[in-house]
Nanobody, 123 residues
Framework: QVQLVESGGGSVQAGGSLRLSCAAS????????MGWFRQVPRKERDFVAH????????YYGDFVEGRFTISRDNAKNTVYLQMNSLKPEDTAVYYC????????????????WGQGTQVTVSS
């Protein structure tokens, strides 16, 4: 059973950067598409980014507008989300997810989830 643990969240000022990491254990993620979602209270999880199993293809939510970069290191069993030019509206709990396929924008598509890491952006 793959377990995912996110890290790297925190508090930053608008315009700042954070790098989130998602470390997998209990199994390899090299064959899985991996994604990042985010959620604010009383709302559904929103798609942030997805990377194919090989790393060859990446997809982003419309709001990203070139500010975020998803990457992976299969040798380290880890996925990353580099977030630049952060805005207060990026404040949310960010979740790593594994197992996503064709419908990568849907949270229900993913099998494995981390516990989330809080990102807070102040103006």
């Amino acid at each position: 059973q793959v377990q995912l643990v996110e890290s790297g969240g925190g508090s930053v000022q608008a315009g700042g950067s954070l790098r989130l990491s998602c470390a997998a254990s209990g199994g390899t993620i090299r064959n899985y598409g991996m994604g990042w979602f985010r959620q604010v209270p009383r709302k559904e999880r929103d798609f942030v980014a997805h990377i194919s199993w090989s790393g060859s293809y990446t997809y982003y939510g419309d709001f990203v507008e070139g500010r975020f970069t998803i990457s992976r290191d299969n040798a380290k069993n880890t996925v990353y989300l580099q977030m630049n030019s952060l805005k207060p509206e990026d404040t949310a709990v960010y979740y790593c997810a594994g197992g996503g396929g064709v419908s990568y924008k849907r949270a229900s598509e993913y099998t494995y989830w981390g516990q989330g890491t809080q990102v807070t952006v102040s103006s």
